[in-house]
């Protein structure tokens, strides 16, 4: 289990080149609209409507994207300790998003029961990213973990050891595969590592830092483009998304505990 300094890259090759110039924001719209699957994203805004507030909504996701990250930025710029830690399940070959999104899941829920979680951080704000990489789908969890005090690195250390172990235990429990050299653990400490850290764990739907090919941004343009196959994929992403939470937050991540 690597325990670093924030410096976000690429783990995997990924699938499908992210070409913003290719189709412009307004273009990629009206595609989504008359192709999504799912009802709140294609009624956003129209006829005086609300808008959906959807992740995967090319009018909200963007906006709630920059939301979330000036959000963390906020909290962890005050918080006396932060840790970003990226999540994740091993991809058996050929498995469907919803079976992989399934077991990550599972583990999570295994991981915080009883308020594991809650007993040793003040905070936490768990973004939920998607990628499709040459081993297939790639869903994982980019969490934002804070304390108000200040720690010592090493213990911090020994604190990112503690919330890997346990989640490496909760999926041997489950019967789910996950590596430990999967599982990413980094301290930003400095103000412009914390909010590289907090901007990097938002956005991974759109404008992903980097312009990591593989996210669902990718997969919506390459449909755009005439990509049959794409479109299938971007409907597989809407179908695995229903009914599940693609953001949550912890602690004095809540809006009522920070006064946002």
């Given at each position: 289990?690597?325990?670093?300094?924030?410096?976000?890259?690429?783990?995997?090759p990924y699938?499908?080149?992210?070409?913003?110039?290719?189709i412009?924001?307004?273009?990629?719209?009206?595609?989504?609209?008359?192709?999504?699957?799912?009802?709140?994203i294609?009624?956003?805004?129209?006829?005086?409507?609300?808008?959906?507030?959807?992740?995967?909504?090319?009018?909200?996701?963007?906006?709630?994207?920059?939301?979330?990250?000036?959000?963390?930025?906020?909290?962890?710029?005050?918080?006396?300790?932060?840790?970003?830690?990226?999540?994740?399940?091993?991809?058996?070959?050929?498995?469907?998003?919803?079976?992989?999104?399934?077991?990550?899941?599972?583990?999570?829920?295994?991981?915080?029961?009883?308020?594991?979680?809650?007993g040793?951080?003040?905070?936490?704000?768990?973004?939920?990213?998607?990628?499709?990489?040459?081993?297939?789908?790639?869903?994982?969890?980019?969490?934002?973990?804070?304390?108000?005090?200040?720690?010592?690195?090493?213990?911090?250390?020994?604190?990112?050891?503690?919330?890997?172990?346990?989640?490496?235990?909760?999926?041997?429990?489950?019967?789910?595969?996950?590596?430990?050299?999967?599982?990413?653990?980094?301290?930003?400490?400095?103000?412009?590592?914390?909010?590289?850290?907090?901007?990097y764990?938002?956005?991974?739907?759109?404008?992903?830092?980097?312009?990591?090919?593989?996210?669902?941004?990718a997969?919506l343009?390459?449909?755009?483009?005439?990509?049959?196959d794409?479109?299938?994929?971007?409907?597989?992403?809407?179908?695995?998304?229903?009914?599940?939470?693609?953001?949550?937050?912890?602690?004095?991540?809540?809006?009522?505990?920070?006064?946002?």
């Amino acid at each position: 289990m690597p325990i670093l300094d924030f410096a976000p890259s690429a783990p995997q090759p990924y699938l499908l080149s992210l070409d913003t110039e290719t189709i412009p924001p307004r273009g990629l719209d009206a595609f989504l609209r008359d192709v999504t699957t799912l009802a709140k994203i294609r009624e956003c805004g129209r006829y005086g409507r609300r808008r959906c507030t959807h992740l995967l909504c090319t009018r909200c996701g963007p906006r709630r994207q920059r939301a979330d990250a000036s959000h963390a930025r906020s909290v962890v710029a005050e918080a006396g300790t932060a840790l970003l830690w990226t999540a994740t399940v091993d991809t058996p070959p050929g498995a469907p998003l919803a079976s992989v999104w399934d077991d990550l899941d599972a583990a999570w829920g295994a991981l915080t029961r009883r308020g594991w979680l809650a007993g040793r951080v003040d905070g936490h704000m768990r973004l939920t990213g998607i990628a499709l990489s040459t081993a297939g789908w790639h869903p994982h969890l980019h969490t934002i973990l804070v304390r108000s005090r200040y720690t010592p690195r090493a213990e911090a250390v020994d604190l990112a050891r503690e919330i890997t172990s346990r989640w490496l235990g909760s999926t041997s429990r489950l019967g789910i595969l996950a590596h430990p050299s999967a599982q990413h653990v980094s301290t930003p400490e400095t103000p412009r590592q914390r909010a590289a850290a907090a901007t990097y764990a938002a956005s991974q739907a759109w404008g992903h830092p980097g312009g990591i090919a593989g996210t669902p941004e990718a997969v919506l343009r390459a449909a755009a483009s005439g990509d049959a196959d794409a479109l299938d994929l971007w409907h597989e992403i809407e179908s695995a998304s229903h009914n599940r939470r693609l953001r949550a937050v912890g602690g004095i991540f809540r809006p009522s505990e920070t006064g946002t």
